[in-house]
């Protein structure tokens, strides 16, 4: 199977590293027209600079700065075909105590996580249904499945709520014709967060870390691309609603 987007018009966000930029540069090397975008305006526009893409930067926290942001794609492209919800992440914490979390630091990982995902879901969709057609696909986590390595309770809270997510709008956006699914990776070493958690497990516990793979590797950022790419593809017009696990198998 081959997937081949010319001409398509897709919004990544979360794209100042990692898995996010991975996903732009395989919708790029497909042919598609990429929007990235990030908090960090540095990272994400040196990174669109270099490969040609267009770079948006805002707080997908903010309903308005998420619709402005759909606004600013319809004025420029015409329209929006594929919808990648890549921003997320831990925002620097580590996991502790759940009598030590305060409400700012709960918040923020939902605001990055889920809100983010709804708001810019809420734009795009209108804009999708215009034309009969959307792909929506969100990054959640093994941790939207099962508790999370990170021992951050708000990582895991958000996660789970965003495949709930996934499934809702689903239901309420499929009559449109517009999908909507979730890729769940597993560990990935994938920016500075990730780094510092595969360092803290030490020698030992890399190791059972990946003696509980059932392919014995960990996963890279392409990885996780490839299956979005499958999610956004035309191939899968009636697959709605499903969370694909990407984590080589977990024991």
Same mark, same amino acid.
């Given at each position: 199977m081959s997937s081949h987007f010319d001409q398509r018009?897709?919004?990544?966000?979360?794209?100042?590293?990692?898995?996010g930029q991975a996903i732009a540069l395989e919708f790029q090397s497909a042919g598609a027209i990429v929007f990235v975008a990030d908090l960090d305006e540095r990272h994400v526009s040196e990174f669109a600079s270099r490969y040609g893409m267009h770079a948006?930067?805002?707080n997908v926290g903010d309903q308005s700065q998420c619709h402005k942001a759909i606004e /600013?794609? &319809?004025?420029?492209?015409g329209r929006l075909d594929i919808l990648v919800n890549a921003a997320g992440g831990v925002r620097g914490q580590v996991g502790g105590p759940v009598a030590q979390v305060t409400p700012s630091a709960w918040h923020a990982i939902f605001e990055a996580n889920v809100d983010g995902a709804f708001w810019l879901s809420q734009a795009a969709s209108t804009l999708m249904q215009s034309r009969g057609f959307g792909r929506i696909i969100n990054i959640a986590s093994g941790a939207g499945l099962r508790p999370s390595l990170t021992g951050i309770q708000a990582y895991t809270a958000a996660k789970h709520a965003l495949v709930?997510?996934?499934? /809702?709008? &689903?239901q309420d956006l499929g009559p449109l014709g517009i999908t909507c699914n979730a890729v769940a990776p597993g560990f990935v070493r994938s920016n500075p967060s990730t780094e510092k958690q595969w360092e803290a497990y030490g020698p030992e516990g890399q190791a059972r870390l990946i003696a509980g793979i059932h392919t014995r590797r960990l996963g890279t950022a392409r990885d996780i691309a490839h299956a979005v790419l499958f999610f956004a593809s035309e191939q899968s017009g009636w697959i709605s609603g499903q969370i694909l696990s990407v984590d080589g198998g977990r024991s």
């Open positions: 018009v897709v919004l990544v966000t979360g794209c100042a590293q990692g898995i948006l930067h805002f /600013q794609i &319809s004025q420029q492209a709930g997510l996934t499934k /809702q709008l &689903s």
